[in-house]
C-alpha cells in the first residue's frame, strides 16, 4: 500500500448500507488502483473505519481487515497474504509497527 493517497480515493461506489442508523455510511468501493474496500470513508471519500476491510486485487496482500485513518492502515489489524501468511498487530502510517504476530 505504498501507493499514493489520490490512488486510495473512490473510484466508483457500488452499493451503500446504513451503518446503526449513524449519518456516515459503510460502502463498498474500488479505489481508483483496483483494490476493493467496504466500510467508512471521510468527507474526501478515503477509507476512514475502526473496522474496514480491502481486498488487495494485484498484489500479494490477500486481505487487510482492520482501522483506517484518512485513507491509511493504522491502529490494528490484520492482513492476509494470498500464499496464506498473515501479520496480526498494530499499524502506524500504513505499515506494521511496533510488536505484532506473523
Known amino acids: 500500500m505504498a501507493s499514493k493517497s489520490k ?3 473512490a473510484k466508483s461506489a457500488k452499493s451503500a448500507v446504513p451503518d ?3 449519518v456516515r455510511m459503510k460502502i463498498q ?3 481508483e488502483n483496483g483494490d476493493e474496500y467496504v466500510g ?4 474526501e ?3 476512514d473505519d475502526k473496522d474496514g476491510k480491502l481486498t488487495f486485487v ?3 496482500e490477500g486481505v487487510f481487515r482492520g482501522s483506517f485513518v484518512n485513507g491509511k492502515r493504522h491502529g490494528p489489524g490484520k492482513r492476509t497474504n ?3 501468511s498473515w501479520y496480526n498487530g498494530d499499524y502506524d502510517n500504513d505499515k506494521p509497527h511496533g510488536e505484532g504476530a506473523y
Open 20 to 22: 446503526d442508523g449513524e
Open 58 to 60: 494485484n498484489r500479494p
Open 82 to 84: 494470498k500464499d496464506g
Open 40 to 43: 467508512q470513508v471521510n468527507d
Open 29 to 31: 468501493i474500488t479505489l
Open 7 to 9: 490512488d486510495k480515493k
Open 45 to 47: 471519500g478515503l477509507p
